[in-house]
């Protein structure tokens, strides 16, 4: 997979994302039921995601690990653990966390599907008008589970889509929060063209 990862800033010690989300998408016209279609081009990784996420097409979570594992593995080296970001809508299978099930898996490392896990309903994020109150809204809503042994470690926080970090910024203060965490790290698959 070819790939042009970028650095990604927020109140995490690190963080980088394999590719653009989307390279163009260009209206084609209205199907039958009044929505507008559209004509999207996506680099590899955010159409293997893409694949994963919107066609159930789970092989594609193992590629998309493979190719994190590749292009951040001399930044993230001294991860301990791994955490997926927690799914922002409810499905039978977890892209998110089948990604960073399998990325743990080639670090050799563990993965904490539940250390940091979402509790509150959230409105959707785009009702939402500033990124300060979007943050706010994101900090109540998660909570860390004390699961780690005694000591320090530093995490992976594996999410799919970079687009505001209002997210991520929240999961990394809420994770600031608990004494067994010292460095976070952030991994995403995709991030938005303008982010």
């Not at 996420?53 to 791994?82: C, E, W």
């Not at 960073?100 to 959230?122: D, F, G, I, S, W």
């Not at 809204?137 to 505001?164: E, R, S, W």
């Amino acid at each position: 997979m070819e790939v042009n990862i970028r650095e990604i800033k927020g109140n995490w010690d690190l963080g980088y994302s394999l590719d653009k989300h989307t390279l163009s998408s260009t209206p084609t016209g209205y199907n039958e039921q009044g929505h507008m279609q559209f004509d999207t081009v996506r680099p590899a990784a955010g159409e293997a995601l893409f694949q994963l996420k919107y066609r159930s097409d789970f092989t594609q979570a193992a590629i998309i690990a493979n190719q994190m594992h590749t292009s951040f593995s001399p930044y993230f080296s001294s991860a301990g653990l791994v955490i997926p970001m927690p799914p922002s809508k409810q499905r039978p299978r977890q892209p998110v966390i089948e990604i960073a099930r399998e990325l743990a898996r080639l670090m050799n490392r563990p993965c904490y599907e539940n250390l940091l896990v979402k509790t509150a309903v959230t409105p959707p994020m785009k009702d939402i008008a500033s990124r300060e109150e979007k943050v706010n809204t994101l900090i109540n809503a998660f909570t860390v589970t004390d699961q780690l042994p005694d000591g320090l470690y530093n995490v992976l926080l594996v999410d799919d889509l970079y687009d505001t970090g209002s997210s991520l910024e929240a999961a990394t203060q809420v994770l600031r929060g608990y004494n067994k965490i010292q460095h976070i790290y952030v991994a995403t698959v995709t991030r938005k063209s303008n982010a």
